[in-house]
């Protein structure tokens, strides 16, 4: 069973910045297309950005520029790396797992539905204040 565990959720001021980690444990041996999501209150959980197994990478537009996604295959760490911070960005971040391929997505500059991986985090809370 894979397990995910989200760290490094804060409260910081606007224009700050942040480092999200997770954590993959109790996985087989392979790769995984991962991602951020984020869902803030009374709000649908939304994708922030996705990573292939070879660092191919994607970004929702409210993101781009401000934040990078990255990941250390030998340490099974994923990263969100989140600059110029605003207030809007205030939300639970979920880091996510799939089994299947992100070449697809990647290749269509998108990031997939909730619904298309498998394994998820409980989320960190990130509070962006003005």
């Known amino acids: 069973q894979v397990q995910l565990v989200e760290s490094g959720g804060a409260s910081v001021q606007a224009g700050g910045s942040l480092r999200l980690s997770c954590a993959r444990s109790g996985s087989r041996d392979g790769l995984y297309c991962m991602a951020w999501f984020r869902q803030a209150a009374g709000k649908e959980r939304e994708g922030v950005a996705l990573?292939?197994?070879?660092?191919?990478?994607t970004y929702a537009d409210s993101v781009k520029g401000r934040f990078t996604i990255s990941r250390d295959n030998a340490k099974n760490t994923l990263y969100l790396e989140m600059n110029s911070l605003r207030p809007e960005d205030t939300a639970v971040y979920y880091c996510a797992a799939a089994a299947g391929s992100c070449y697809y997505y990647l290749s269509q500059q998108q990031i997939p539905a909730p619904t298309y991986f498998d394994y998820w985090g409980q989320g960190s809370q990130v509070t962006v204040s003005s």
């Open positions: 990573i292939a197994t070879d660092g191919g990478t």
